[in-house]
């Protein structure tokens, strides 16, 4: 019964701003959600990623700056808060969780159990 339902999607112009909202129900926000997109003939990769143990946040390094992540626990919902998008940020971007605690920087895919169903960002003039 684990379920990401994400949201805040949409076009966007170079240099806007947009808020991903990422709603969990079915498990406990103590395990890691990550932030992953996937542009067309790309791999998915991992933008973002929130610790459930300590709260530590990581980043990809082509959103480093640029992009926060949070958890409002309250609410079962984790943000994505994207800025100065560019062309590059274009993609169905993803939540996901994994119970890991360690390494969550290097976005191991196969450490994430559950997946959301994707929104669109398209960053065009």
């Known amino acids: 019964q684990v379920q990401l339902v994400e949201s805040g999607g949409g076009l966007v112009q170079p240099g806007g701003s947009l808020r991903l909202s990422c709603q969990a129900s079915?498990?406990?926000?103590?395990?890691?959600i990550a932030w992953w997109r996937q542009a067309p003939g790309k791999e998915r990769e991992g933008v973002s990623c929130i610790s459930g143990s300590d709260g530590s946040t990581y980043y990809a390094d082509s959103v480093k700056g640029r992009f926060t992540i949070s958890r409002d626990n309250t609410k079962n919902t984790v943000y994505l808060q994207m800025n100065s998008l560019e062309f590059e940020d274009t993609a169905v971007y993803y939540c996901?969780?994994?119970?890991?605690?360690?390494?969550?920087?290097?976005?191991?895919?196969?450490?994430?159990?559950?997946w959301g169903q994707g929104t669109q960002v398209t960053v065009s003039s």
């Open positions: 996901a969780v994994t119970r890991s605690t360690w390494y969550l920087e290097t976005f191991n895919y196969y450490d994430y159990e559950y």
């Open positions: 079915g498990f406990t926000l103590d395990y890691s």
